[in-house]
């Protein structure tokens, strides 16, 4: 490297040479001569004092760590764009929302909740899904999950909740795992976590991918328009690329062949242009339609089914741009839920009461600073001026002379003042009431929205549904905590409590005490299943093609094509990464080892090795288990026509089902895409 010191003369120069020639500095901009070895006494003598680079560099990196998140540790962001439908004006006073295509910059992040920052991706966990709108009224925060009820229902059991969820204290393990004794102690002393447990049990806990999962608000909050009309709304993200889960086996293995999967999928459909979009909307009502409604709106463990109120569409969110440094965005963006704009408020739900304390507090902790604000990533898009000052990391070089409000100063010594010709466009809501600490009656129910949504599934995911809490109460170690889950699983569904003790070689408890009797009435509604709300296509799907030596150029040639018109793509699978040579004598590169791409990793798979190839793919245990786990996770499975070898190996052939699509040609490459579009055979498990 040029020593800029002899090469150019004066400081200015110096300094356009470290801006052009990207040279090495301090913090403090000095240039750095070397950055391999410390500055020592002697050829092998003590490192000095005063090798300031050194100590500034070792002390950056001793202090790079902030506290991770208390909650939702795990997570992964991106930046994108939200347009409104149309003017919304009707119902709210937002501006994001008051013009047809009006467009406002958002940052998102979607998280697991109970693991560490190091944890995996295919967790059975909740998914948060928080939105940072930067309006032209300030941020607005919408930190909603990808499931539309909690486990609790008043934010002073938020702690205890996750304190039995996270790993025990004693012992410091299961990471990022529901399936202990303490949270099963806990939501079985806390019948109100019904509702949830049936969602987390579910298939909505283990998302294919952020893309292809709702998101919700949970908590009902206020719309406000300019007039002062207030209505009550839940806040719907819908998926435009439709809904879509793994399976547990599936996950599990998941976890260990790719820790990083949502993430990694995420990255890389939104680099190589496959970007994700989900629909913004609202189920809006009034005290009217609230008061009449069989549950309290303001409890956050029910949901208004979509069927008896619709959602209205407001617009759609593109995620168009990752970060560019995952720290500086990803990690310190801070949502808030009391991040709000005018025409949109809050309703009396405590949970969210005690949310709107939560969020600000805990970011002292994790940010150090009550700055924080200023972060690029978490600083509003719109001017900002107020008598806040000083503290840690002070950025803004706040003016004037005055620093206080009301002051006698005009002009630029002056400072802001609060706007208070102008009316606020919040709820006046008239409060009244005996100071007590207590739950209202009408959150007393707590088994009957459970029954509902065990109702609402196919015949698939109640399946899973048994299995999950078959397997989660499978790691409770204490029998008395597993019988006592059990005793609550009768209120919500006879079968369901019977088929969960038949997995778990138990006797069938009496149900525990219910107070309020629970409904097995209530209608059942779609919209709660996964796989009733699936895609119509394949596209952003991804199919995984096992091939060999002496594989057909064309025939692989053919899916890859017929992939792409569907909008999906294809990966290659070989024996080892430097790939294979067809048989046209082109050499194909593979995307991955099958030792490394396991059928885990794929929406669907295609076997098309040669008849060598199948016979040598044969021998590979992960060539066999690429074949077995495709159909124990009920995959579409494309058969080459010289890949029979491969399924004898497998042990599969015996299994053959329709599942299963031979495929030898341009036609048949296309009509398993079109197969694809049903994501997976579910008949096959059903079937047993
Ligand atoms: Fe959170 N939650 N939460 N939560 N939550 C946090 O705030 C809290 C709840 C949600 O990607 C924390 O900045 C309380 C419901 C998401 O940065 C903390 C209660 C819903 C994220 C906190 C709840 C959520 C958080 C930890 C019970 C769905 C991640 C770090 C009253 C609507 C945001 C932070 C991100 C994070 C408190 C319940 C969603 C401690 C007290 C219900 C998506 O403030």
Known sequence: M?????????????????????????????????????????????????????????????????????????????????????????????????????QTEVFVRFSTVAGNKGSFDLARDVRGFATKFYTEEGNWDLVGNNMPVFFIQDAIKFPDLIHS?????????????????????????????????????????IPRSFRFMEGFGVNTFRFVTAEGKAQFVKFHWKPQQGLQSVVWNEAVKINGADADFHRRDLYEAIESGDLPSWELGVQIFDDEFADSFDFDVLDATKIIPEEVLPVRPLGRMTLNRTVENVFSETEQVAFMTQNVVPGIDFSDDPLLQGRNFSYLDTQLSRLGSTNHTQLPVNAPRCPVAHF?????????????????????????????????????????????????????????????????????????????????????????????????????????????????????????????????????????????????NGPKTFAGRTVGALVSEGASAELIGALRSALEKEGATLQVVAPAIGGVT?????????????????????????????????????????????????????????????AQGLLDAAGVSSRVDEGFVAVADADGASSFVETCRALRFWEREVRG
């Open 2 to 102: 040029a020593d800029p010191h002899t090469t150019r003369g004066n400081a200015d120069e110096i300094h356009q040479d470290v801006r052009d020639d990207d040279v090495m500095t301090t913090q403090q901009g000095s240039v750095v001569y070397d950055d391999q070895n410390s500055l020592r006494a002697g050829d092998r003598g003590p490192t000095l004092m005063q090798d300031a680079h050194m100590r500034e560099k070792i002390m950056h990196f001793d202090h790079e760590r902030i506290p991770e998140r208390v909650v939702h540790a795990r997570g992964y962001g991106a930046h994108g764009v939200f347009e409104s439908y149309d003017d919304h004006s009707d119902i709210t006073a937002a501006h994001l929302l008051g013009e047809k295509g009006r």
């Open 165 to 205: 969820v996270k790993e025990e204290q004693d012992r410091g393990f299961p990471q990022a795992a529901s399936a202990h004794d303490t949270f099963w102690d806990f939501v079985s002393l806390m019948p109100e976590s019904t509702n949830m447990l049936l969602w987390h049990m579910s298939d909505r806990a």
């Open 388 to 532: 806040q000052r000083d503290g840690a990391m002070q950025t803004s070089l706040q003016p004037g002379r005055a620093n206080y409000e009301p002051n006698g100063f005009s002009g630029d010594e002056r400072g802001p003042r609060a706007l208070t010709t102008f009316e606020p466009k919040a709820y006046p809501e008239q409060v009244e009431g005996t100071m007590r600490r207590l739950r209202a009656e009408s959150f007393a129910d707590h088994y009957s929205q459970a029954n509902q949504f065990w109702r609402s599934q196919s015949e698939v995911e109640q399946q899973h549904i048994v299995d999950a809490f078959a397997f989660e109460l499978g790691k409770c170690e204490i029998a008395e905590i597993r019988t006592r889950m059990l005793a609550n699983l009768r209120n919500v569904d006879d079968t369901l409590a019977e088929r969960v003790a038949e997995q778990l070689a138990m006797e069938l408890p009496e149900a525990s005490p219910a107070k309020v009797k629970p409904r097995h009435d209530l209608p059942t509604s779609d919209a709660l299943s996964i796989v009733r």
């Open 582 to 642: 067809l048989d046209s004598g082109e050499k194909l590169p593979a995307d991955h080892a099958v030792a490394g791409g396991p059928s885990v990793l794929f929406d669907a798979v295609a076997l098309l090795p040669s008849a060598q190839g199948a016979t040598v793919l044969g021998e590979i245990a992960e060539a066999r288990d690429f074949v077995t786990d495709a159909l124990a996770h009920d995959k579409f499975i494309a058969v080459g026509p010289d």
